[in-house]
């Protein structure tokens, strides 16, 4: 069964550094997302991408964050300057047009832990 | 704003059924999601409803009311694997199919 991988699935970095986090969607998918859940709390909303633009993004997502999609197969998340409290496991999720409710498969997820 | 309440946590019995509610107050609906998420892991889909009544699949069922914005998650025949974290999440209208979740149901099975 297809399934959406990230890497890397542990990343430790130091405040104010640049982090990339990657995903692959599943190949015929054309929603993908980005969400990030603190230990302990909900699953938070990011950003929402489709036809190579942002479609909505929510307050958490602030200029130092970014996404891209480089080419026809990965989905990349950057935080430019990263703080303490970015420290979160951050999951990749992609929805095809058709299927169940369009239903969101989600990555297993990089937990981002900053220093 | 957007509020979903759904109870910490839960405890039941090997072999038992367990409902779990999920109340929601949101700006737009287009759908509600049911999730399974085990600790340190991504959550998986469970079921979906966006019409009012009971969709069942196997083990779980999911009902909705979306006129008292409320819906339940039944598992049946509970087995020690399901002990899990059962998230609630209502698909947003008017945008790009953005869910927002619930805090989560942590669900603990005992022998």
């Known amino acids: 069964e297809p399934e959406v991988t990230q890497t890397p699935s542990h990343q430790v970095t130091q405040m104010g550094q640049e982090v990339i986090l990657r995903c692959v969607p599943i190949s015929n998918h054309l929603y993908f997302y980005w969400y990030r859940q603190i230990l302990g709390q909900k699953v938070e909303f990011l950003v929402s991408?489709?036809?190579?633009?942002?479609?909505?993004k929510s307050e958490i997502f602030d200029d130092q964050f970014s996404v891209e999609r480089p080419d026809g197969s990965n989905f990349t998340l950057k935080i430019r300057s990263t703080k303490l409290e970015d420290s979160a496991m951050y999951f990749c999720a992609s929805s095809g047009p058709s299927g169940r409710g369009n239903e969101q498969f989600f990555g297993p997820g990089t937990r981002l832990t900053v220093l | 704003g957007q509020n979903i309440d759904q109870p910490t946590e839960m405890t039941a019995t090997e072999g038992a059924i367990v409902q779990i509610n999920c109340t929601y107050q949101t700006s737009g609906f287009n759908g509600l999601f049911w999730y399974q998420q085990h600790a340190g892991e991504a959550p998986t889909f469970l079921s979906y409803?966006?019409?009012?009544g009971l969709e069942e699949k196997g083990r779980f069922s999911s009902f909705l009311s979306r006129s008292k914005g409320y819906s339940y998650l039944l598992l049946k025949e509970l087995q020690m694997k399901d002990s899990a974290s059962y998230l609630c999440?209502?698909?947003?209208?008017?945008?790009?199919?953005?869910?927002?979740f619930g805090a989560g149901t942590r669900l603990a099975v005992h022998p």
């Open positions: 409803n966006v019409l009012d």
């Open positions: 991408f489709y036809n190579n633009e942002i479609s909505e």
């Open positions: 999440a209502v698909r947003i209208s008017g945008g790009y199919n953005k869910l927002i």
